[in-house]
């Protein structure tokens, strides 16, 4: 009786041990992961104030139908513009400067997910917006370059939340991207990345080395593709005259409401404008020819259809003026819309 018993111990252990080798090998379910990813989040020292919503599995499957996607267009020209938040529309990426309940600012947000291991950026890298491994940045290197006090915990970092100098960042470096799809016959903009810039004053010997607003320290790029799910769920108020929040981050960037002067444009030198125009007339001139050149190209893109202004004369009548049908034209491609092809024959 007894080595009936210590064989049927043997073989339920063996049973034990085959189901867990058996869990081990299956891959991991979606929501094992994001029970998983909670689990690494949990457990911060203190409290960092309000939190980013997080995402759904439908908001994460949404964000990649919105993708614009860029490799098949045979037309495409990068534009670098500064977003200065103390001038008109842009204002709406500062305010508020402190989360009021759940609502925060642009650049608090993005703080937030970083600290909360949920967005990656990289290095500045004088300008050059690269996403490759190397580059990336460390969220711990970038508490102790602003000095703020912080304990990590897992993938969290826990911070005062007083201490995101979001009353610094007043400016933003965006890149975009014009282009044109043939094949299937979209025209669009595209913002392909963010740097926020923060304003800090320096001081020398008692000497204040910077302007009124700060001098200017570029932070991090960040591609827009990977915040914009979060946007798209941040209301903001993008007007003076309409208080209502009827507007998200992503719309405000998706419908170009910003208003942004050009510093560079992808070129072969990689030189920004003010290199090759050194006088500020000449650099005004060329940031107001490329406007007019982006303004252009969307103009050529339209062949109006004047056939009816051809026709036989005797199939017009001498007391009735034949007008022309309307041709009612899209919205404008800065606000974001597409083409159809049948609308540019």
Do not use: H
């Not at 769920?233 to 002067?261: H, Q």
């Amino acid at each position: 009786m007894k080595k009936i018993y210590q064989i049927a111990a043997l073989l339920i252990c063996s049973l034990c041990f085959a189901s867990l080798a058996y869990a081990q090998d299956q891959p991991e379910s979606l929501r094992d992961r994001l029970a998983k990813k909670q689990q690494q989040q949990q457990g911060t020292a203190q409290d960092n104030g309000p939190k980013v919503p997080q995402l759904s599995v439908r908001a994460e499957m949404m964000n990649d139908t919105q993708t614009q996607d860029l490799s098949n267009a045979t037309w495409i020209r990068e534009v670098y513009r500064f977003l200065d938040l103390t001038k008109g529309k842009n204002a709406a990426l500062f305010y508020p400067v402190q989360p009021v309940g759940n609502q925060m600012n642009f650049y608090t947000m993005i703080f937030k997910l970083m600290g909360d291991g949920n967005l990656v950026a990289y290095d500045w890298n004088n300008g050059k917006d690269l996403f490759v491994d190397k580059l990336r940045v460390n969220f711990g290197d970038v508490l102790e370059r602003l000095e703020i006090p912080y304990q990590k915990n897992g993938n969290a970092y826990s911070y005062d939340e007083f201490s995101i100098p979001s009353n610094e960042a007043l400016g933003y470096y965006i890149k975009e991207a014009w282009y044109f799809d043939q094949s299937n016959s979209v025209l669009g903009v595209k913002t392909v990345a963010i740097c926020p810039v923060l304003f800090r004053q320096e001081y020398v010997d008692g000497i204040d080395l910077g302007t009124d607003q700060g001098l200017r320290e570029p932070q991090f790029w960040i591609p827009y593709e990977n915040i914009r799910p979060y946007a798209a769920r941040m209301p903001i108020m993008a007007s003076d005259k309409n208080n209502v929040m009827n507007k998200t981050i992503d719309d405000y960037f998706r419908m170009r409401l910003y208003e942004g002067e050009i510093y560079m444009t992808t070129n072969m030198e990689n030189k920004v404008l003010s290199q090759k125009y050194t006088t500020p007339e000449a650099l005004k001139e060329a940031q107001e020819k490329i406007e007019g050149e982006l303004k252009e190209f969307d103009k050529e893109l339209w062949v109006l259809n004047d056939s009816i202004n051809n026709l036989p004369v005797n199939n017009k009548s001498k007391n009735t003026k034949t007008k022309a049908p309307k041709m009612s034209k899209p919205k404008n491609s800065s606000s974001g819309a597409t083409y159809s092809a049948r609308d540019r024959r």
